[in-house]
């Protein structure tokens, strides 16, 4: 069994179709989504359309519960924010239904999912080892998937230790070696210094993980950013991955 695990779209749907173009390639079994398919992007309804019609498993995330509303405004930084405020007004009936049926955990035969993690899977970025050693002792799975933080991470548990970080492009994991906590990094939003779009490919009958790059045209959506009149920093961090 093989699948594609994405995360963090943020209605940045050229980043999700140069994506789901390289998933295809592959050709996965499934197709995982962790969460925050709306957000800080221009495209929100689209991407949900997409994620809808396309993934076999999705979770909800931050920005997608404050789009609904379950969330406040007050809870997010201004840019965010007002991205937020942005996104609520343009949800269509289909996307609020799909968003609102979703939960922030999951769980399949290989491994137990989270939008952020185990001990807080709505907020909590995990990005040290004491976050990770929480989730991990908090699960049985042997993978453990989270999103949520925008950057790429492959981290094991072995002898009680936590060891690994950062994936970057090219980067394989065995997972038959350990206990792994791993984190596609974002398709729409990258924060680990590489813009280009991420996901990740598990394969479970040979028992690992590949983690992915792929170029898009930020360009355009940061053109589309800006003539929606969303912050220009949200559109401007696009090009450097930050």
């Known amino acids: 069994m093989r699948a594609a695990v ?12 140069a994506v789901l173009a390289e998933v295809d390639a592959e050709r996965p079994d499934a197709i995982w989504c962790l969460g925050d398919l709306v957000g800080y992007g221009p495209r929100p309804n689209e991407c949900c359309a997409i994620v809808r019609a396309r993934a076999d498993l999705c979770l909800v995330g931050n920005h997608d519960l404050v789009a609904l509303g379950s969330l406040g405004l007050e809870d997010f930084n201004l840019e965010a924010g007002l991205a937020a405020a942005w996104t609520r007004d343009q949800l269509d009936g289909d996307a609020r239904a799909q968003l609102d049926s979703l939960a922030p955990s999951g769980s399949t035969e290989q491994a137990q999912l989270f939008h952020a993690s185990a001990r807080d899977p709505v907020w909590e970025y995990v990005l040290t080892e004491e976050a990770a050693l929480a989730t991990l002792e908090l699960t049985t799975a042997p993978l453990v998937l989270v999103g949520h933080s925008h950057v790429a991470l492959a981290l094991a548990l072995e002898d009680g230790l936590v060891r690994g970080g950062t994936a970057p492009d090219g980067a394989e994991v065995d997972l038959s070696a350990a206990r792994w906590l791993l984190n596609p990094g974002s398709v729409g939003q990258p924060r680990d210094g590489d813009p280009r779009a991420a996901w990740l490919l598990l394969d479970f009958e040979r028992r690992f993980a590949s983690f992915r790059r792929v170029a898009y045209p930020i360009e355009r959506t940061q053109s589309e950013m800006r003539g929606a009149g969303l912050p220009d920093a949200l559109a401007s961090r696009l090009a450097v991955g930050q």
């Open 6 to 17: 994405i995360s963090d779209i943020h209605a940045n749907l050229h980043a999700l179709e």
